[in-house]
């Protein structure tokens, strides 16, 4: 398959685009089910196992279940669509319907540039390095950064249009949070960048091929990991929804699919970032045989985003709530320092290398 | 700082590997204790006689006013419990009952007792209301049904001899 014309090229796009998308929101569907399920396994419960199982048929006996609760997401879903969608009547009307789309869609603009797998003869296109929806942006690095820091209106928006106090003091918490934490995020961002000697994802990976970034920068990756929970607002960063405190921060007011719409950005923001982890630390769709078989690239990635959302349940289900000032002096002080330093002694050692002062 | 949240994940890791506490309910019921108090039951003797008597005591015990009892006249033609009276109406407010127990202890003939029974749940108010055909126990397997016709001048005392407690 040639692409030749740009019509061909949007068509591919606009093909590839819905089918991430697609997946991508199954995947937040099967998200909220792995999170419920794992988390209840680490609280010594069993989660939820009613909503669908596939019988297994014994011989008289007992009749086994297995997979129970697979059709949890599916029964979550139609609760949310039939439940009543109620407008508060104080409530700025035209940015109270316009904050869920606007935390939604940047959510999605990010999938456009994360590398899902290498060059797939059959899927990819010739000249196309990598299998994304728009692969090659040579600034891949800086779209994702700019569009996350958009993702921070919708919050915004949201707690002041509800015109609560509550849902306004979750926005403004999540407006200093995510300010504060995406300045560390993005000085650690860089050090994968300086190392590939590209802003393009695909080529940050395929930098990757001798050794991971988390081997050769294991305190970048654990700043990056720390920041990008602060940016999905996950526990242990997840005073803006604090449900002790503020009931449920900035959704307070919504209900029904409004409400799933901000569930929705936030389980893809968490699928992207460990995406995102896994393209500049875990050498993000290469492994065993990647080079032999391209489309093993998906199987993965998808293998690394399931290890990291993992992680992030696990870091759920055992750390308390950082306090709001510890939240602020821990990004300004100690990750901001860190990381910039990290970020010094990476450039001084990469100019050391090339200029031939330190050998390796 | 790290040292202490290594620990924690450590510890949740550890425990992730346990087998769940949980009890699947509907189809794994957990037995109460003996001296549990759930729904009432009105019990009656060997015989098939209710040991209910219609006194009322257990509606005047009760602190939230959840019982209702009616009494009417036994004759030796339609005999339903020993003594003069027997309850013809016996109804109990579920919604109203807060199971203390104190209705159990008024009752001069053990009648009324709380039993195991916790699986109280309806769709309306109305339902709420258990009546006497609903607590009574079934007839036991020696007994006869009430009403029952018997020899005059037997039941005559409406509290039995009591034992001494065991």
Not at chain 1, 106 to 129: H, Q
Request: hydrophobic share 50%.
């Amino acid at each position: 398959m040639a692409i030749n014309t740009l019509s061909q090229l949007a068509v591919y796009s606009l093909v590839v685009g819905f089918i991430m998308t697609f997946v991508v929101i199954t995947g937040f569907a099967y998200t909220t089910l792995l999170e419920r399920k794992l988390l209840a396994r680490l609280q010594h419960r069993v989660g939820p196992n009613r909503a669908g199982y596939i019988p297994i048929p014994t011989r008289g006996g007992k009749e086994r279940k297995l997979l129970g609760g697979f059709m949890q997401p599916a029964a979550d879903a139609v609760k949310l669509f039939f439940k009543e969608d109620m407008t508060p009547v104080m409530v700025d009307k035209w940015t109270y319907f316009l904050a869920p789309i606007i935390t939604v869609i940047p959510a999605i603009f990010i999938l456009a540039v994360i590398p899902w797998a290498g060059f797939v003869p059959y899927i990819t296109p010739e000249g196309r390095d990598y299998f994304a929806i728009a692969p090659g942006i040579n600034v891949g690095v800086l779209f994702i950064l700019a569009i996350t820091s958009i993702s921070v209106y919708g919050v915004v928006l949201a707690g002041w249009s509800s015109n609560s106090k509550y849902a306004i003091l979750g926005g403004i918490r999540a407006s200093a949070q995510m300010i504060s934490y995406e300045l560390a995020m993005g000085l650690t961002v860089l050090v994968p960048v300086m190392l590939a000697n590209s802003m393009d994802l695909g080529v940050i990976v395929e930098g990757q091929r001798g050794m991971w970034y988390l081997f050769l920068q294991p305190i970048a990756a654990l700043v990056f990991w720390i920041a990008a929970l602060a940016e999905l607002q996950r526990a242990p960063f997840d005073l803006l929804e604090a449900e002790q405190e503020l009931s449920a921060g900035f959704t307070v007011e919504y209900s029904s699919m409004r409400f799933g719409m901000f569930f929705l950005a936030e389980y893809m923001k968490m699928i992207i970032f460990c995406a995102l982890f896994a393209v500049f630390f875990l050498g993000g769709y290469r492994g065993p045989f990647v080079d032999q078989v391209p489309a093993l690239g998906f199987v993965y990635t998808a293998l690394k985003v399931f290890l990291g959302l993992c992680v992030m349940i696990w870091i759920r289900a055992s750390l308390p709530r950082f306090r709001y000032d510890q939240l602020m002096s821990f990004g300004w002080k100690v990750l901001l320092p860190i990381s910039v330093v990290n970020f010094m002694i990476v450039a001084v050692m990469i100019v050391l290398v090339e200029e031939g002062v330190l050998g390796f | 700082m790290f040292g202490e949240i290594i620990k924690g994940l450590g510890t949740t890791l550890k425990h992730l590997f346990m087998p769940p506490v949980t009890i699947q309910y509907p189809e794994q019921k957990r037995p109460v204790r003996t001296r549990f108090k759930g729904r009432h039951e009105l019990k009656r003797y060997d015989n098939g006689l209710e040991r209910c008597i219609g006194c009322s005591l257990c509606a005047a015990a009760c602190p939230a006013d959840a019982i209702f009892v009616e009494a009417s006249e036994n004759t030796d033609e339609a005999r339903y419990s020993p003594g003069e009276r027997y309850a013809s109406t016996y109804e109990i407010n579920m919604l109203r009952c807060i199971f203390c127990g104190y209705c159990e202890d008024a009752c001069p003939t053990q009648a009324i007792v709380l039993e195991h029974n916790y699986e109280l749940s309806f769709y309306d108010r109305a339902s709420a209301i258990y009546t006497k055909e609903m607590l009574i126990v079934d007839v036991p397997v020696n007994g006869r049904a009430t009403p029952q016709v018997v020899e005059p001048g037997v039941f005559t005392r409406s509290i039995p001899d009591m034992e001494n407690p065991k």
